[in-house]
């Protein structure tokens, strides 16, 4: 990912994480970013986790790359899941193997 792509999911991912203290959890938080990780991990809530993992990512600049096969995973489905790690082939393929072991 380039990295103004990473620096536009960097705020994004912020926004969100920040959404969520606030909106679930009552928080009151400031905009910046040291604020709302600090904030972030004084919770132990999976959807806050999932955000700070991906911030994580980020900043390794390693974000929106399968964990899988390393490929790049588009923008748009990162867009519509920020805490997206599979792109949509692997993706496909953990569903595939899901549905056969039930
Ligand atoms: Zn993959």
Not at 18 to 46: C, H, M, W, Y
Not at 48 to 69: D, M, P, S, T, W
Request: overall charge neutral; some cysteine; charged content about 30%.
């Amino acid at each position: 990912m380039k990295s103004e792509d990473l620096s536009k999911f960097d705020k994004i991912v912020v926004k969100r994480l920040r959404e969520l203290l606030v909106s679930r959890l009552k928080v009151t938080v400031g905009e910046g970013k040291q604020q709302v990780l600090e904030a972030a991990s004084t919770f132990d809530n999976p959807d806050l986790n999932e955000l700070v993992f991906a911030l994580h990512r980020i900043e390794k600049g390693i974000y929106g790359q399968c964990v899988i096969c390393r490929h790049d995973i588009p923008i748009n489905v990162l867009e519509a899941d920020l805490t997206a790690r599979f792109c949509p082939s692997c993706q496909t393929a953990i569903h595939e193997k899901s549905d056969s072991s039930r």
